[in-house]
Structures are given as structure tokens and as C-alpha cells.
């Protein structure tokens, strides 16, 4: 019975060794997510003003999203910019912003609220989302009523 049992044993421990040495030969377990479609989740990412202000001088192809009151982005605002406050963006970013693969620029006016939006919209779904921060440190032309201050 002892003999049996150490047979047992000794194909146990060979067998073992057999499929560890296949697991480590082919790179680990088998991908069993392989054929199916890959969904990129929006990743949080921070960018400078200047970084930003070359994507818009770039491409045309952006949303330039400002998150803050709508007295803050009658006082001033970037050129272009929609207003979606940070208030709003659970409630109505589905409606004014529909293409979730969209490149969405998002500041505020110190970078606090732009960067708590940009991370709600990447929650919602959103996956270009690009967070620069705050007006109050744009380098660059802002409008007031219509009026391009410099």
C-alpha cells in the first residue's frame, strides 16, 4: 500500500513539474480574453496649458470644455470653449456631449474643478479627456462679451 501510495506520489509531483515547466514555456496562463473586442478605459491625464493650446492650434477636431459658473465664463473664457459646469456634468455631459471618443480639453479656473470633471468624464465613459488646468494660468488671448482681451 505504501509502494502505491508513493507511485501516486512521485506521478503527482512529475506531473507538477510537467505543467509548470509548459506554464512558464508559453509565457503563463492562456489568454481567454483573446477574440473578444478590447474596450481602452479613459485613463486620467494632465496636461500644461501650452500643451493644450498646441493641440487646439493643431487640430480643429476637439471639445473645449470649461466647467465652471456661468458668471465666471461671462467674466472671461477661452475662445471656443463650451460651458458645462462641474455641477452639471452627472446630469446633462450625455446630452452636450455625445461622442465619448471626442477629444475634450477641460479647465476651470484654478485646476481644482477641471481635474474632479476630467475624472468624472472618464468615469461616464469618456475616453480623450485632457485636463489643463485653470484660466488663471492660460498664457493666452480669453473673450468677455464678445470682447478678445489680450
Not at 480643429?60 to 456634468?89: K, Q, W
Amino acid at each position: 500500500m505504501k509502494r502505491k501510495r508513493k507511485g501516486i506520489a512521485a506521478a503527482l509531483l512529475l506531473l507538477g513539474i510537467l505543467l509548470a515547466f509548459a506554464y512558464v514555456k508559453n509565457g503563463g496562463p492562456p489568454d481567454v480574453t483573446q477574440g473578444l473586442p478590447q474596450v481602452q478605459a479613459g485613463v486620467y491625464k494632465k496636461i500644461t496649458a501650452e500643451e493644450a493650446h498646441r493641440m487646439m492650434e493643431e487640430s480643429n477636431n476637439y471639445i473645449l470644455l470649461d466647467v465652471r459658473t456661468p458668471e465666471e465664463f461671462a467674466e472671461a473664457h477661452i475662445e471656443g470653449a463650451v460651458l458645462l459646469p462641474d455641477y452639471e456634468i452627472q446630469d446633462k455631459a450625455k446630452e452636450q456631449l455625445p461622442d465619448q471618443d471626442a477629444t475634450i480639453l477641460v479647465y476651470c479656473r484654478s485646476g481644482r474643478r477641471s481635474a474632479e470633471a476630467a475624472r468624472r468624464l472618464i468615469d461616464m465613459g469618456y475616453a480623450n479627456v485632457y485636463d489643463f488646468g485653470g484660466i488663471l494660468d492660460w498664457p493666452y488671448d480669453t473673450v468677455s462679451g464678445g470682447i478678445k482681451k489680450e
